[in-house]
């Protein structure tokens, strides 16, 4: 399925449910949260699969950088790669079979694509694991990440680093709710764009816009 998401038609957007609010957002707040979850569901957890590969596990690290407001760590793929070329993604990959758990496997991955240092970052929980449309099953491993490391891209994986405040993330009214029809079925993924400081925005959507949502939802409950 090759598509361009940004000519998909957005169906609507999340203006009546609330944004997190700010003392949620606080590395002391999310600690807390991690360690006494609430009752809570994932909002979106299955991808419709185009892929006839077996699943393969993997897992990406959601990294909350602790500056004076936290921000998310994302990543722009470069074009070339086979799985989610050019898309904004969390450092991530598949598991290998000498990861010990599935936050071994985000930090291996964290640290090979960005150079994000181990001693750099507190692992604080997991969200449920997400499965996506190319047949992954991904477990997003959040952590807080003490700044002043200095981003070091895989040039092969990674086109750009760089970060979004976890406030504007954690507003419903910036999560874009798309839909479209492919195989005779219809399909929908959601969308959160982010202007920062580029020229165009930047998209998020897909799996990544999809866990984002799921730790809104975690966070909101």
Same mark, same amino acid.
């Given at each position: 399925?090759?598509?361009? *998401?940004?000519?998909?038609?957005?169906? $609507?957007?999340?203006?009546?449910?609330?944004?997190?609010?700010?003392?949620?957002?606080?590395?002391?707040?999310?600690?807390?949260?991690?360690?006494?979850?609430?009752?809570?569901?994932?909002?979106?957890?299955?991808? /419709?699969?185009?892929?006839?590969?077996?699943?393969?596990?993997?897992?990406?690290?959601?990294?909350?950088?602790?500056?004076?407001? #936290?921000?998310?760590?994302?990543?722009? !793929?470069?074009?070339?790669? !086979?799985?989610?070329? %050019? /898309?904004?993604?969390?450092? $991530? %990959? !598949?598991?290998?079979?000498?990861?010990?758990?599935?936050?071994?496997?985000?930090?291996?991955?964290?640290?090979?694509?960005? %150079?994000? &240092?181990?001693?750099?970052?507190?692992?604080?929980?997991?969200? &449920?694991?997400?499965?996506?449309?190319?047949?992954?099953?991904?477990?997003?491993?959040?952590? #807080?990440?003490?700044?002043?490391?200095?981003?070091?891209?895989? *040039? @092969?994986?990674?086109?750009?680093?760089?970060?979004?405040?976890?406030?504007?993330?954690? /507003?419903? =009214?910036?999560?874009?709710?798309? =839909?479209?029809?492919?195989?005779?079925?219809?399909?929908?993924?959601?969308?959160? *764009?982010?202007?920062?400081?580029?020229?165009?925005?930047? @998209?998020?959507? $897909?799996?990544?816009?999809?866990?984002?949502?799921?730790?809104?939802?975690?966070?909101?409950?």
């Amino acid at each position: 399925m090759i598509f361009n *998401p940004h000519e998909i038609p957005v169906v $609507g957007t999340d203006h009546h449910l609330p944004p997190v609010p700010g003392e949620r957002l606080t590395p002391e707040a999310l600690r807390a949260r991690f360690r006494h979850p609430p009752e809570w569901s994932p909002e979106v957890a299955t991808e /419709q699969p185009t892929s006839g590969r077996a699943p393969a596990h993997a897992s990406v690290l959601v990294p909350l950088v602790m500056r004076d407001e #936290l921000t998310v760590l994302l990543t722009r !793929r470069t074009e070339h790669l !086979r799985d989610h070329a %050019g /898309q904004i993604s969390f450092p $991530g %990959g !598949r598991a290998e079979p000498h990861d010990a758990d599935t936050a071994a496997t985000a930090l291996r991955e964290a640290e090979e694509e960005v %150079g994000l &240092p181990h001693h750099h970052v507190e692992v604080i929980g997991q969200l &449920p694991i997400y499965s996506t449309v190319s047949a992954f099953l991904v477990t997003p491993v959040v952590a #807080l990440v003490q700044p002043g490391f200095l981003p070091q891209p895989d *040039p @092969f994986e990674v086109a750009e680093v760089f970060e979004v405040p976890l406030a504007f993330l954690m /507003q419903p =009214a910036h999560h874009q709710r798309h =839909a479209f029809e492919f195989g005779g079925q219809r399909r929908e993924f959601f969308s959160i *764009p982010w202007s920062g400081s580029a020229a165009s925005p930047y @998209f998020i959507w $897909g799996a990544t816009a999809a866990m984002l949502r799921n730790l809104y939802r975690f966070l909101a409950a």
